[in-house]
């Protein structure tokens, strides 16, 4: 009530304003117009239709933006730098700092979404948000909900001792392989929304086989 009655002052006050200053504040309000048609059009110009497949989610094809690139560019570095794709053998790093990265990726992927403007889904295609979503929920909140409290129980009651004696160490090491196979699917289907060449040198070698 209070926003309407300030409007309504607003309206009444420029139709009894004339000469130069309803000039100024025509020129203003245009200026606005201009601005926000200008944004608006930046959003939604160079529209591009991309084909990608991930093996867990089948073919799907997206239309991307400039805001869309920029998004899938912030969630590509994210992605890429982390042990979440890179290979972990048997007899390298402990498990407790792949899970602690792959938990700090689910913070800082859910962090990017909620401060990027939210794609309008185009009439035909998926959007960045919705393979971004996909990979939070798909992959790591079942493996972080199974494997995060069983690893936090041994190390409440075995202090001290090496993850080397934990029986499911061997278990939680083989599902993590795969959730890094799986990740580096929506790297790449992250790189190629965003335009990176040459992704799969930076992803290095693959995580299994």
Not at 164 to 187: D, G, K
Request: one cysteine or more.
């Amino acid at each position: 009530m209070a926003t309407g009655a300030v409007v309504g002052l607003a309206v009444y006050a420029i139709s009894q304003t004339g000469g130069r200053f309803l000039f100024v504040i025509t020129g203003a309000v245009a200026g606005a117009a201009v601005v926000i048609g200008a944004d608006l059009y930046r959003r939604t110009t160079r529209l591009t239709e991309i084909k990608i497949t991930v093996p867990q989610l089948s073919e799907l094809t997206f239309v991307v933006n400039n805001d869309a690139r920029h998004v899938s560019w912030q969630l590509f570095v994210e992605t890429v730098t982390r042990v979440s794709t890179q290979r972990l053998n048997d007899d390298e790093g402990l498990l407790r700092e792949a899970l602690t990265s792959l938990y700090g990726l689910f913070a800082t992927t859910r962090d990017i979404l909620k401060a990027s403007r939210p794609s309008v889904p185009p009439s035909s295609g998926m959007t960045v948000e919705y393979l971004a979503v996909m990979f939070l929920n798909k992959e790591l909140r079942p493996f972080l909900a199974k494997w995060h409290p069983q690893l936090s129980e041994f190390e409440a009651a075995m202090p001290g001792s090496p993850e080397s004696a934990w029986p499911q160490a061997a278990e939680c090491r083989s599902e993590l392989r795969q959730v890094q196979e799986n990740t580096r699917s929506y790297v790449l289907a992250y790189a190629r929304l965003a335009g990176v060449r040459d992704a799969e040198a930076m992803l290095g070698r693959r995580v299994s086989g």
